[in-house]
T-cell receptor, first 116, second 115 residues
Framework: AQKVTQAQTEISVVEKEDVTLDCVYE???????LFWYKQPPSGELVFLIR??????QNEISGRYSWNFQKSTSSFNFTITASQVVDSAVYFC?????????????FGGGTRVLVKP | DGGITQSPKYLFRKEGQNVTLSCEQN?????MYWYRQDPGQGLRLIYY???????QKGDIAEGYSVSREKKESFPLTVTSAQKNPTAFYLC??????????????FGPGTRLTVL
């Protein structure tokens, strides 16, 4: 069965520091998709990125970057030069091509607190 | 503006009462989902629907019921059979059924408290 583990429950940094969020996944499917979502204090989840299992290229979007390594089943997320607005809970999620209903399996989330 | 609306934002219920949470989307998405989030935890799938008049149980469906009579609406009823209903409930939708690569879009959530 699929599983997503985010071992860090909470990370606290000072503004402008870099922060890396770990995500490790388990799946038997050869085709799968990985996602990162941000949940600010308002509660609504915001989609950040999607990666499919055949694309191991790292991606950078502004201060955000993602490192996907199939060899270690990891899809880590780095925020560079963190800002107070980055304070939120971040979720990693997995969707398998074979699973019915496009179901997402979420990790437990990592709360990031950026202090001024 | 397209999006997902959930109402109410906060809901209080007495033990033994059924309560219905509303979820409406105007994104013309085929698939809709209900998740439950408990403090400090990830999201768990309650029910999902890929097409009108059809829905499937998720991982924690016991004590909940849904309907999908219209494409844009997917209400969730929390019944008195749900042992611990106090939680944050999130509704989501995605553009097409059978398309696991599509991201899900989320509503603002309803926080249910049982008194």
């Amino acid at each position: 069965a699929q599983k997503v583990t985010q071992a860090q429950t909470e990370i606290s940094v000072v503004e402008k520091e870099d922060v890396t969020l770990d995500c490790v996944y388990e799946t038997r499917d050869t085709t799968y998709y990985l996602f990162w979502y941000k949940q600010p204090p308002s509660g609504e989840l915001v989609f950040l990125i999607r990666r499919n299992s055949f694309d191991e290229q790292n991606e950078i979007s502004g201060r955000y970057s993602w490192n996907f390594q199939k060899s270690t089943s990891s899809f880590n997320f780095t925020i560079t030069a963190s800002q107070v607005v980055d304070s939120a809970v971040y979720f990693c999620a997995l969707s398998e091509a074979q699973a019915a209903g496009n179901k997402l399996t979420f990790g437990g989330g990592t709360r990031v607190l950026v202090k001024p | 503006d397209g999006g997902i609306t959930q109402s109410p934002k906060y809901l209080f219920r007495k033990e033994g009462q059924n309560v219905t949470l509303s979820c409406e989307q105007n994104l013309n998405h085929d698939a809709m989902y209900w998740y439950r989030q408990d403090p400090g935890q990830g999201l768990r799938l309650i029910y999902y629907s890929q097409i009108v008049n059809d829905f499937q149980k998720g991982d924690i469906a016991e004590g909940y019921s849904v309907s999908r009579e219209k494409k844009e609406s997917f209400p969730l009823t929390v019944t008195s059979a749900q042992k611990n209903p106090t939680a944050f409930y999130l509704c989501a939708s995605s553009i097409a059924r059978g398309a696991p690569y599509n991201e899900q879009f989320f509503g603002p959530g309803t926080r249910l408290t049982v008194l």
